[in-house]
């Protein structure tokens, strides 16, 4: 049996133990900057988060919610597939646990289609919505708008139909006798309607929001009173169901 000299079996230990430790060395580094990385992601988001409850008057809300849907028709291209929204929900519950600073509140249909916290690109605690077949307004709708302009500040209310409205379709064939509910529901929706409109009946549903605007501003002094001095904008919209969008020329329809 070949004898190994002392010194080259010390030397070999030498090198195993300078190669471990650098090699734990590298892998404390790595973690490091993963560390350093989630953290400015959580920064990042953070102070996303900060910008979303800070302040705006209500033309740069109004200008935020445009962005935020072209934010978000811009992840419906193949191309952009993995983009990714500019929200963190994680983020979002931490800094809206104790208290909320929605920058609009958005009356719209309950189509599952339209959820506006996604079309808008905002998710947790920056819109107030109200929800209901036709995106119709009765008392208890303009309570609610009361509630977010006058006591919460909000300063943007948008009135959101949308194209191919089950609801505006409804107002334009019989509906069963039997579902009470629904009847009363419809004959409102009815009253906003173009009768010599024809299918998908997206004229009504524009119309159907300019008369709710009307009739926003008809029932609610206080939301009549903060747009005639300027601290609300009270404006119409219309979602296109089939590729993302929204047509906000309500003044020409």
């Known amino acids: 049996m070949m004898e190994v000299p002392v010194d080259f079996m010390t030397s070999n230990k030498i090198i195993i133990v300078t190669v471990a430790w650098l090699f734990l060395l590298s892998c404390n580094s790595d973690n490091t900057k993963t560390h350093v990385q989630i953290n400015d992601t959580s920064h990042a988001s953070a102070k996303h988060m900060s910008h979303v409850q800070e302040k705006l008057s209500p033309s740069q809300v109004l200008s935020k919610l445009k962005e935020g849907n072209r934010n978000f028709g811009k992840r419906l291209s193949p191309i952009n597939l993995l983009h990714d929204s500019s929200y963190n929900y994680f983020d979002q519950i931490k800094h809206t646990r104790n208290e909320q600073h929605p920058i609009a509140c958005i009356l719209t249909c309950m189509d599952s289609r339209v959820p506006p916290e996604i079309i808008f690109d905002q998710g947790i605690g920056s819109l107030f919505v109200i929800r209901i077949a036709g995106n119709i307004e ?59 409109d024809s299918p998908p009946y997206d004229a009504s549903a524009k119309h159907n929001v300019k008369k709710t605007i009307d009739n926003i501003l008809n029932g609610s002094k206080t939301i009549r009173k903060k747009m005639i001095a300027g601290d609300l904008i009270l404006v119409g919209a219309l979602y296109d169901v089939a590729d993302g969008s929204i047509d906000w020329n309500s003044s020409n329809w």
């Open 138 to 196: 009765d008392p208890d709708v303009l309570g609610s708008m009361e509630y977010a302009v006058a006591e919460k500040g909000v300063g943007v209310v948008i009135v959101m139909g949308h194209k191919n409205c089950g609801a505006i379709s409804a107002a334009f064939s019989q509906v069963d006798p039997v579902n009470k509910g629904l009847v009363s529901l419809i004959a409102h929706v009815k009253m906003d309607i173009i009768p010599t």
